[in-house]
Nanobody
Framework: QVQLVESGGGLVQAGGSLRLSCAAS????????MGWFRQAPGKEREFVAL????????AYADFVKGRFASSVDNAKNTVYLQMNSLKPEDTAVYYC?????????????????WGQGTQVTVSS
């Protein structure tokens, strides 16, 4: 059974940093592209970042470029999202997702498995 478990969310002031983690089990981690998405209240879930198999390459939404960075620890089957210079508009539930193979897609439908999400709240 595939499980993705996010952690690391919380409350932070604007300009601060958080690092989210997503621990994966039940899949061959190195065979998946890992994505990060977020959903703010009343809004649709949106793409934030992805990192391809074993950290080969990354892609980011324009609104986080230069502020967020994703990385993987293959030994721990864990993907990270380092979030710096946080803004109140970054407030959302953040989800990780897994897609088989190497993809470069921000479409929700491209991802096969999803975590339950972790809340990030940025105060002004």
């Amino acid at each position: 059974q595939v499980q993705l478990v996010e952690s690391g969310g919380g409350l932070v002031q604007a300009g601060g940093s958080l690092r989210l983690s997503c621990a994966a089990s039940g899949l061959t981690f190195s065979m998946y592209t890992m994505g990060w998405f977020r959903q703010a209240p009343g809004k649709e879930r949106e793409f934030v970042a992805l990192i391809t198999r074993s950290g080969g390459s990354t892609a980011y939404a324009d609104f986080v470029k230069g502020r967020f960075a994703s990385s993987v620890d293959n030994a721990k089957n864990t993907v990270y999202l380092q979030m710096n210079s946080l803004k109140p508009e970054d407030t959302a539930v953040y989800y990780c997702a897994a897609a088989r193979g190497t993809i470069y897609s921000g479409s929700l439908r491209s991802y096969d498995y999803w975590g339950q999400g972790t809340q990030v709240t940025v105060s002004s």
